[in-house]
C-alpha cells in the first residue's frame, strides 16, 4: 500500500523551530516530488514547498522563503519540513503530499497525502 | 500567482440531488486544473485532475469539466459520504496554488 505518514501533534511556543516528518512507503520514494501543504485553523490550502528525493532538489513558496527548509533522507525514505520561528499564526495542520508525476516544473495533482501534523504555537 | 476563487462558499443540497460548484483562476491555467475532497478530520483526497479526469476509484457521480479559468465540479446524486468540503487546485503555472473550498451541505 502507498502511504505517507507523517510525525506526531507537536506544541511549540513564539520562537521556537519545529521538525516534522513523512515517511513514505509502498512506492519508490526517489521518484516522486513530495509537497507540504498546510491548512489554518477553518481555512483553505496554502503551498509551501516541494522537493525531489531523487537529487534534493527543493523549492519554497515565496512567501515563506527564510523561513521553511525542506530534505530528505533516501535511506529511510523520508521527507522533513524545518520551519523556524514559529509565530501563533503558524497554528495549523501541515500535510505532505505525493505528486503525482515526477516532470519538471513540479506542477500536478497531489495523489497521496499524509494524516496530517497539528502544530500548535503558544506562549 | 495565480489566485483561484471558488463558489459558493457554502451549497446547501438534498441528496439525491446534484451539486455544482465553480473554480475560476485569474489566468488561464489551460486544463490543469485539480479537484479535492476533504472531510472533516481527515486529508483533502484527489478527486479529479487534469480539469476532468477522475482520480483512481472516484465515483463517476464526479465529473470536472473547463478550460483556461472557468471550471465545474458537478456531483450528481448525492450520497451522504459526499457531504464535505472540496478544494480546487491550479497546477499549470508556478507556484500551485488552492482555492478557499466550497462545504457542500445537506439541505
Known amino acids: 500500500e502507498v502511504q505517507l505518514v507523517q510525525s506526531g501533534a507537536e506544541v511549540k511556543k513564539p520562537g521556537e523551530s519545529l521538525t516534522i516528518s513523512c515517511k513514505a512507503s509502498?512506492?519508490?520514494?526517489?521518484?516522486?516530488?513530495i509537497g507540504w501543504v498546510r491548512q489554518m485553523p477553518g481555512e483553505g490550502l496554502q503551498w509551501m514547498g516541494i522537493?525531489?528525493?531523487?537529487?534534493?532538489?527543493?523549492r519554497s513558496s515565496p512567501s515563506l522563503r527564510g523561513l521553511v527548509n525542506i530534505s530528505v533522507d533516501k535511506s529511510t525514505s523520508t521527507a522533513y519540513l524545518q520551519y523556524s520561528n514559529l509565530r501563533a499564526w503558524d497554528t495549523a495542520m501541515y500535510y505532505c503530499a505525493r505528486l503525482q508525476s515526477s516532470t519538471w516544473p513540479p506542477l500536478d495533482a497531489f495523489d497521496i497525502w499524509g494524516q496530517g501534523t497539528m502544530v500548535t504555537v503558544s506562549s | 500567482e495565480i489566485v483561484m476563487t471558488q463558489s459558493p462558499a457554502t451549497l446547501s443540497v438534498s441528496p439525491g440531488e446534484r451539486a455544482t460548484l465553480s473554480c475560476r483562476a485569474s489566468?488561464?491555467?489551460?486544463?490543469?486544473l485539480v479537484w479535492y475532497q476533504q472531510k472533516p478530520g481527515q486529508a483533502p483526497r484527489l478527486l479529479i485532475y487534469?480539469?476532468?479526469t477522475r482520480a483512481t476509484g472516484i465515483p463517476a457521480r464526479f465529473s470536472g469539466s473547463g478550460s483556461g479559468t472557468e471550471f465545474t465540479l458537478t456531483i450528481n446524486n448525492l450520497q451522504s459520504e459526499d457531504f464535505a468540503v472540496y478544494y480546487c487546485?491550479?497546477?499549470?503555472?508556478?507556484?500551485?496554488?488552492f482555492g478557499r473550498g466550497t462545504r457542500v451541505e445537506i439541505k
Open positions: 487546485q491550479q497546477s499549470g503555472n508556478w507556484p500551485t496554488t
Open positions: 487534469g480539469a476532468s
Open positions: 509502498g512506492y519508490r520514494f526517489t521518484d516522486y516530488w
Open positions: 522537493i525531489y528525493p531523487g537529487d534534493s532538489d527543493a
Open positions: 489566468q488561464s491555467v489551460s486544463s490543469n
